[in-house]
Structures are given as C-alpha cells and as structure tokens.
C-alpha cells in the first residue's frame, strides 16, 4: 500500500469512528430513561368516535388505551376504571434486577400521593418467566403497599408494546397519555414524570 492509500484509509478509518460515535450517542440518549418521551407535541387534536349511546364525541388522538389487568384476587381491573385521577403506570417483573431498583421509590411516591394519583404496577404475568405466584412470591419479601395488577392475559402487555422492562407511563386525570420512559427511572424523573400529570392546585 503506497503512502497516499494509507491517509486514505486512516482517515476513512477514523471517519467511521467518529460515525459510529455520533449515531451510539444519538441512540443512548433517545432511550435514556432520563430522558422522558413526550407523547402530546401535538396534543389537542381530536378524532371523532362514538360513545356506547351512538353519541358523537371528540376524544384525543393521545388518550391513554385502555386493557384489562387482574388484581391479587382475581378481579378484572380496566385502565378506564381510574379516569377522573392521573395514573402513574408501571410494567415491571419480579426477574428484572432494574424493575426491582426502581420500586422503593416508586412505594415512597403511592405513599405520598396514594390520594390524590392512582399507580398502577403491572406485573407481565406471562405464565412462563413470570407467574402470578413467583410475583407474590417476590411482593412478600419486601414492604412494598402499592397496588399491584396481573396482566395474566396479556392485555395491557401488547396494547403498549411492551418487549421490555421497567417501562414507565404518566397519564392525567382526562386519560390522555402525557409522557413516558423505558428503562429503570430515576426518584427525581418520577417526581418530573408526576408533576407533568398532577399540581397542588387541582
């Protein structure tokens, strides 16, 4: 390889580098969990649908889709059940070492806002990694008092596109669907998360 070859395969080298830099940078920060994912840079705009009546309404293209769930007795819970209050909603597993690190604040959160936010913490109860059991399992080491729900069927799993966990949503009290994370949240981004769905004032 002459002299000039070789400068061009340096800097073709380095080029690369650099590329590939800016593109993992560009990357980790989209799925930073600290990075809350705006879901309304458009909110306001309105479908029309309508209700069980045949009455027409406009409901936000960011309402929060609803799923089923099943609460520790087998009762069947509905996203929708909680309108009227934000919602915090979490996805987590009993086999997620992240899921785990994130729940004492998230116990210190429902402690502090129990009565005026409802958290939602759904268990991916697949039936194969998680079973509602290996979940008691886990909930009965710990003292943990938020609620806890069992996505047995995975309704809510696929309804939000869950592929991993912890993933985090924040929802006001008009169920549209304001911002999110995937990942393990910090204390501080939750405490950003709830107050971008519930003020002293309401």
Partial sequence: MNKKGLIIGIVAFVLLIVGASVLYSKLSKDNNPNNLIDYTKEKGTLTETKDSDGEKEDVSEFAAPDFTVFDK???AVKLSDFKGKPVV???WASWCPPCKGEMPDFNEKYLEYKDKIHFLMVNL???YQETKESAISFL???DYVFPVY???ELSATYTYGISSVPQTFFIDSDGILITGATGAISADI????IDYIYSETE
């Fill in 73 to 75: 007795d087998g009762n």
């Fill in 89 to 91: 909603l979490n996805f």
């Fill in 125 to 127: 109860t697949d039936g």
């Fill in 140 to 142: 009965n080491t710990t």
């Fill in 150 to 152: 069992f996505d047995t």
């Fill in 190 to 193: 939750l405490q950003k998360g």
